[in-house]
């Protein structure tokens, strides 16, 4: 059996997988019988999901392992027969491992983070207030991921966006008080579409219990509704050092 996996970069099993399936920069093919054979090739026009449809039929691939994939790439590999399996590896090693393990599950509409696709919806739907699914933990120890406007940590101001606010600070939070700051790019700050819903996992993914922003969109916010993640809306201007002041 043939599998193709997005991935962020070319080296080899060491290569990061992608959030992007129609633009990840390379895509592997890896095919275990009898042993493992690997080749990782740049994509074809790298310009949406068309060409990385077009990559599937050129390799004649029989399965995606992807993180995320859009609803209507999904529909489309499944109407040619070929099988999407969900992931949340970091990189092409462990993928080859859960292939080799046979622990691939069936990619579910959102992922298997329970998060519903915003297109069975429309761009009416209008969600009632977040009401978090699962209750941040009580140890004392929380993980706060911010949207925010650029890399000044503590001093930034918290972004009116989410889906498509620069970056993110993300606080890690015990007793009260804050003893660490991070910063990370939002990599679907620039996606044509689906931003909210692919930020929604990648916070997920990177272990928060509250999610701040000024705002949430529809999608995001219904996405949020169902996660294991407290979303907080705060006032313009707010800086990061104060959002702890509106946490549950």
């Not at 992931?87 to 691939?104: F, M, P, V, Y």
């Not at 696709?117 to 009416?124: L, V």
Request: aromatic content about 8%.
């Amino acid at each position: 059996m043939k599998y193709l996996v997005p991935l962020e970069e070319d080296k080899g099993e060491n290569s990061k997988i992608s959030w992007h399936f129609g633009r990840a920069p390379y895509f592997a093919i890896v095919s275990l019988d009898p042993g493992v054979k690997l080749e990782v090739k740049p994509t074809i026009g790298h310009t949406g999901s068309s060409d990385a449809l077009n990559f599937v039929r050129t390799y004649k691939v029989d399965a995606v392992v992807v993180k995320a994939i859009g609803q209507r790439a999904l529909q489309s590999l499944l109407s040619i027969g070929v099988k999407v399996y969900e992931t949340r590896a970091d990189t092409l090693n462990e993928i080859i491992n859960e292939i080799k393990d046979n622990k691939l599950k069936t990619y579910t509409p959102a992922g298997s983070l329970g998060l519903v696709s915003p297109s069975i919806y429309g761009p009416t739907y209008t969600p009632s207030t977040l009401q978090p699914s699962v209750a941040p933990t009580s140890s004392g120890k929380l993980r706060v991921a911010v949207a925010t406007e650029g890399a000044g940590g503590l001093e930034d101001i918290v972004s009116v966006r989410f889906g498509r606010c620069p970056t993110f600070t993300f606080l890690e939070v015990e007793n009260g008080e804050i003893v660490n700051v991070e910063v990370k790019q939002n990599p679907y700050a620039m996606a044509p579409q689906g931003a909210g819903i692919a930020v929604v996992q990648f916070i997920i993914s990177s272990g928060a219990n509250y999610v701040v922003a000024g705002a949430f969109g529809p999608n995001a916010s219904y996405a949020l509704s169902q996660a294991p993640v407290v979303a907080i809306n705060v006032p313009p201007g707010t800086r990061v050092k104060d959002v702890l002041n509106y946490l549950r």
